[in-house]
């Protein structure tokens, strides 16, 4: 255990200070190191690093002449500008009984400062060990050349909800990816629905014939659900969700229509059903108010491929312990994704609560995970499904059912859900409305963290939040299957088809050239 730096004294905040130090390359921004208090390791997170002491200008004034050679033919002493100054941050220490404390005793002058060890980073930072039951490796502390896992508490991301915000092409989706792998090894075994409005998540299904996946008789099941299979029973719509397929009402259809449900609600009805009610209480198929509404049901109902009269998913077989099912929703429109995103959550939630208070009707015995691609589209004020999910972000935690948000435009998402996501991963952002969202959304990023978020490159990020000890800088691991968001290769593609269309038309050319000699 060596020292690598000596403690200057405090910076602008009580629990920020300035050390010294000769190192050239390991005190980077993000690193961590600590300083002993009563045999305790208090870790410290590094903020900024800079020279301690810059060259004058003139010596910098010959680029093909180094400052170094200068000083020497002056003999100036060169150390003190091979000295860095860093302030740090301090984290605290962890206790077994008390769990993670923050000391609020800065070093003294003069201190000893030493680089965390892979051990204690662990120990202190992570909640859980690689591999342990209830653990969620996703990859590796970002400033070390050796191998320091990050791994997440399982629960805390479930119960808790989660997010992950970046921009296109900073590795949202690989990283979505990677947790789903995580979330089916045996030491999870999850029962996970995963919305995926791009088909990028279909490649999971790679997972069935992986080893690593496997033991002692469990292996994991990979369902994918296209637009043919997901389809959701006209009677199981609420009056809102009816109301938001029927564009354009007037005052007397939704009273109509309010009427006719009310009438209808809790049984099972068709859509032709439902229109032959309107007639009987408007008492004339030709009424205006009655044959508006008979056309609109025919138009936004009848006419919509996931509305169906008889068909449905059944929750117990679309989520399972053990079990992903992947909901391509790619082949429909807005609206019917987010009414098929409202119902669902809808269901699942009130199956959770009918199991976990012993009522009635359906019900799911296990907690549930439930990954949203893209949900600035369903999380927005405007979306059909925001109600429902404001609500599971704000009580599903009491019934099992946890929540993770993915999205590039997190401006876009309602700032109440975003809060209530109480583990975050953050990749590169440059919007600066975005950052700002991210900044007033997510307390648990400190500003010098959200500073770092345009320099990200793919891959990196930043974790914070209750499922880990304190926020940190990671690299994703590597995904155990094939990644399915990857983006078109649009030169190799525009080659490959030139060079196909030469072909056909050279051999063509040689036919009709053998005919003409035939």
């Not at 401006?411 to 991963?425: A, E, F, H, N, P």
Request: hydrophobic share 40%.
């Amino acid at each position: 255990m060596h020292p690598i730096g000596l403690v200057k004294g405090p910076a602008e905040s009580p629990l920020e200070f300035i050390f010294i130090t000769p190192d050239k390359s390991k005190l980077k921004s993000g690193e961590f190191v600590y300083y002993m208090l009563n045999d305790r390791k208090v870790i410290c997170r590094i903020l900024k690093r800079s020279p301690l002491r810059l060259y004058p200008d003139l010596y910098l004034s010959k680029p093909n002449v180094s400052p170094e050679r200068i000083l020497k033919v002056l003999n100036i002493s060169i150390k003190e500008f091979e000295l860095f100054e860093i302030k740090a941050s301090i984290i605290g220490y962890y206790d077994e009984k008390l769990g993670f404390v923050n000391p609020r005793i800065p070093p003294k002058p003069g201190q000893q400062i030493f680089l965390a060890e892979s051990e204690t980073i662990q120990e202190t930072l992570m909640k859980k060990k690689k591999n342990e039951v209830g653990s969620l490796h996703i990859g590796y502390l970002l400033n070390r050349d050796e191998e320091v896992p990050v791994v997440l508490d399982t629960n805390l991301v479930v119960s808790e909800h989660a997010c992950i915000l970046a921009s296109t092409g900073s590795g949202k989706s690989y990283l979505a990816g990677v947790l789903s792998e995580e979330l089916l090894k045996p030491y999870n075994r999850a029962a996970l629905l995963i919305l995926d409005p791009h088909s990028e998540y279909h490649t999971l299904k790679e997972i069935e014939g992986l080893d690593e996946f496997k033991d002692e008789g469990y292996a994991p099941q990979i369902k994918i659900y296209n637009k043919d299979e997901i389809k959701i029973r006209l009677s199981e719509l609420e009056y809102n969700e009816l109301l938001n397929l029927l564009p354009n009402l007037t005052e007397k259809m939704e009273a109509l229509l309010n009427k006719v449900y009310k009438d209808l609600d809790g049984k099972k009805y068709t859509s032709q059903d439902l229109i032959d009610k309107i007639i009987e209480a408007a008492g004339d198929e030709k009424d205006v108010t009655a044959s508006g509404l008979i056309w609109r049901i025919k138009r936004y109902i009848q006419d919509v491929d996931v509305i169906d009269d008889y068909q449905h998913i059944i929750l117990s077989e679309l989520i399972k312990p053990g079990q992903a099912s992947i909901l391509q929703l790619s082949e429909l429109n807005d609206v019917e994704q987010e009414i098929i995103v409202s119902v669902l959550l809808r269901r699942i939630l009130n199956a959770r609560i009918n199991a976990e208070k012993s009522k009635e009707g359906e019900t799911l015995e296990y907690p549930v995970f439930i990954l949203i691609e893209e949900a600035h589209r369903f999380a927005s004020r405007d979306a059909r499904s925001f109600n429902v999910l404001k609500t599971i972000l704000s009580e599903g935690r009491k019934f099992g059912v946890g929540v993770c948000l993915i999205s590039q435009r997190p401006s876009k998402i309602d700032s109440d859900i975003l809060s209530q996501c109480m583990t975050q991963v953050v990749m590169r952002i440059v919007n600066p409305s975005d950052q700002d969202n991210i900044r007033s959304s997510v307390e648990s990023i400190g500003k010098d963290l959200i500073e770092e978020l345009p320099g990200l490159t793919k891959g990196q990020a930043i974790v914070a939040g209750v499922a880990i000890n304190s926020p940190i800088l990671i690299r994703v691991r590597n995904r155990l299957t094939s990644h399915g968001g990857t983006s078109k290769e649009a030169a190799n593609e525009w080659i490959n088809w030139k060079k196909r269309e030469e072909k056909a038309v050279l051999k063509i050319k040689q036919s009709k050239t053998k005919l003409f000699w035939d």
